[in-house]
């Protein structure tokens, strides 16, 4: 079984950074899904419109243009259960579309259930 790559917990407000093999223009369009059980859970996007979407920030890091920024919101992480979690990362750019391998993480639990 593969590490986890990620790991937050249900309740907290992480910022993740991701860390690509290519730049991220301003008008390059990133959709970020979050996946359980196979289903997405939410979704963050660059310049699109996502299904499922979570109300924390995907956003171009402003020194490096290959690193993105997710912070997620209480309300974000509430909506995942604890356990097994994919992220995956879809780029379309001025010289085409890419999918990434998804990145596997966990999210824990919280003793106290809710907002805080």
Do not use: W
């Not at 223009?25 to 196979?38: H, I, K, N, S």
């Not at 109300?55 to 509430?78: F, H, I, P, W, Y």
């Amino acid at each position: 079984m593969e590490e986890a790559a990620f790991l937050f917990f249900r309740g907290s407000t992480p910022t993740l950074e991701l860390v690509l093999p290519l730049a991220v223009e301003p008008e390059d369009t990133v959709y970020l899904t979050l996946a359980q059980g196979g289903r997405p859970v939410l979704e963050y996007t660059l310049n699109g419109s996502p299904e499922h979407a979570g109300s924390g920030v995907l956003r171009r890091a402003e020194d490096e243009k290959n690193l993105l920024l997710l912070t997620m919101s209480q309300s974000d992480t509430l909506a995942l259960e604890s356990g097994d979690t994919e992220l995956q990362l879809r780029l379309k750019n001025a010289v085409g579309a890419d999918t990434f391998q998804p990145l596997r993480g966990c999210v824990g639990p919280a003793r106290k259930e809710g907002l805080i």
